[in-house]
């Protein structure tokens, strides 16, 4: 943060999944520790439902304003009615009371999903061992495409999001691919782990 401050760089601080942690603890937030240099971008659509279509920005005060007004000049603003609900159910104290139900929701398929790639993915394989959220983010063997590995997946019968459009520019993130586990079943995810492994360890030997 004091890099930041001396640099004048601004930090966007993406929360959504910060209160998914599996366990519920939390790291302080960037904006708590320097916000006059961070704006904190939160959404509800993790912790309650998406189709809410609300979220919130904490920042600077100038920073914010010119937020408000881009915001009012794109949609006008987000509906009245929404933002009432929002925040009547958080001043009830639901969002505390639901948090454990909604960790607990995924930490189990994350454990499906982990476990199976542990026993199934070929030597080569990296993926993140996530400790919240919904994603965990793999690294194929040396000399493999995430894209180019798509349709053999999806005859398989899997689907994941290729790493390439999470990087700026045109390089980066080529063998690389996010695996959601926030949708299927348990034994679902543990059968894609295996269809996905077979479907690269085809590819490194072909
Ligand atoms: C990392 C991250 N940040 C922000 C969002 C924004 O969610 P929404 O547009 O539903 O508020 C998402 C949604 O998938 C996300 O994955």
């Not at 943060?1 to 930090?11: D, F, I, K, S």
């Not at 937030?29 to 961070?38: A, E, K, Q, R």
């Not at 009615?81 to 505390?96: D, I, N, P, T, W």
């Not at 999470?166 to 782990?193: K, Q, T, V």
């Amino acid at each position: 943060m004091e890099l930041c401050r001396r640099h004048r760089v601004l930090v966007l601080e993406d929360v959504a999944y910060r209160e998914l942690g599996f366990d519920g603890s939390t790291l302080p937030t960037l904006w708590s520790l320097g916000p006059d240099v961070v704006v904190q971008a939160g959404t509800f659509s993790k912790i309650l439902m998406p189709g809410v279509r609300l979220g919130w920005a904490a920042g600077p005060a100038e920073v914010v304003a010119e937020l408000a007004n881009a915001k009012q000049n794109t949609d006008q603003c987000a509906g009245a009615f929404g933002q009432v609900l929002m925040e009547a159910y958080g001043r009830a104290g639901h969002f505390e009371a639901h948090a454990p139900a909604a960790r607990a929701l995924y930490a189990a398929p994350w454990a499906a999903l982990g476990d199976a790639l542990e026993r199934h993915m070929p030597t080569g394989a990296r993926w993140s061992r996530p400790s919240g959220g919904f994603f965990s983010w793999l690294a194929l063997p040396e000399g493999l495409d995430a894209m180019g590995l798509r349709p053999a997946a999806e005859d398989a019968g899997v689907a994941y999001v290729p790493g390439h459009p999470f990087y700026p520019g045109e390089a980066g993130g080529a063998p690389e691919m996010r695996l959601s586990f926030s949708h299927l079943r348990e034994d679902e995810l543990a059968e894609a782990a295996k269809r996905l492994a077979d479907v690269v360890r085809d590819a490194v030997s072909a």
